[in-house]
């Protein structure tokens, strides 16, 4: 809102809504967003692999939620926030035997309060009987 600072002819400091101002808020920056497992044994258990991630804003970076693609394909994250210049990971842990066998590619959507708003993760491979 512009008050007595507009009526002076002062330019308003306002941001659009879900806009950050330029080089202000967190930015989370993904450097590896895609993993193929390869071939893997449909009864061999649950897979792992962590993503790390960076924070190179300049406030505090706050993962909401994460979305899976299935109830096979899990995350964890951290649940504190993350300090400029900080990193953190990202574990997913896909789970062959709650599938059926053959190729699989699964996604995971992280929602922050990053100027981007959302990133992508995905995983892929082929699992065999």
Avoid: H, W
């Amino acid at each position: 809102m512009c008050f007595a600072e507009c009526r002076a002819g002062a330019p308003s400091s306002e941001v659009a809504v879900g806009q950050q101002p330029a080089g202000k808020g967190a930015q989370l920056v993904l450097p590896v967003a895609t993993y193929d497992f390869g071939d893997v044994p449909r009864k061999g258990g649950a897979l792992t692999r962590d993503f790390v991630f960076r924070n190179e804003g300049s406030a505090p970076l706050v993962i909401v939620r994460v979305l899976t693609s299935c109830s096979c394909f899990k995350a964890s994250f951290p649940k504190r926030p993350v300090a400029p210049g900080g990193q953190g990971i990202i574990r997913v842990t896909y789970e062959p035997l709650k599938s059926e066998p053959g190729t699989f590619n699964k996604v995971l959507q992280i929602y922050s309060n990053s100027a981007g708003g959302r990133e992508i993760i995905t995983v892929q491979g082929n699992s065999i009987e």
